[in-house]
């Protein structure tokens, strides 16, 4: 019987034991490690554009610049412009430098308001309009 008694406390006290050390261990703060990594996580991918004016003569070159962040150096990115319904990717592209700006030479022939945007990485800018006269 005596046996029978050892077992049975040597089982309680491995489970209070087992009971408390998840208790310790929920109960402690995250290690420091923990931290920077959850504080080191990625940024997301963002692009901005501005054009270097809001108006232009058909033909006439202007530029659009902007920055890009989340997003690898020396990613390509490239007009696009809304015509009708869908956006299409005009033949002006670039690749982002090492801080992510960009810049870029650009033409219109249509006329009217033409919505742009900056397409790379995977993400696009807010639009931007350029009336050409």
């Known amino acids: 019987m005596n046996r029978a008694y050892r077992l049975a406390a040597a089982g309680v006290l491995s489970a209070a034991l087992v009971a408390g050390t998840a208790a310790a261990a929920s109960a402690a703060p995250a290690s420091p490690a923990a931290h920077s990594v959850a504080a080191k ?20 070159e202007f530029r659009i610049s902007g920055t890009s962040t989340g997003i690898k150096a020396g990613t390509k990115v490239t007009v696009q412009q809304k015509q009708g319904a ?48």
Not at 110 to 131: D, E, M
């Open 41 to 60: 996580a990625p940024q997301k991918a963002a692009l901005t554009a501005k054009a270097s004016t809001n108006s232009v003569k058909a033909w006439q």
């Open 86 to 133: 869908k956006w299409v990717a005009l033949p002006a592209s670039v690749t982002t430098n090492k801080t992510g700006a960009y810049s870029l030479r650009v033409k219109l022939g249509i006329k009217g308001v033409n919505q742009l945007r900056i397409a790379g990485g995977g993400t696009v800018s807010p639009v931007i309009t350029v009336t050409v006269r």
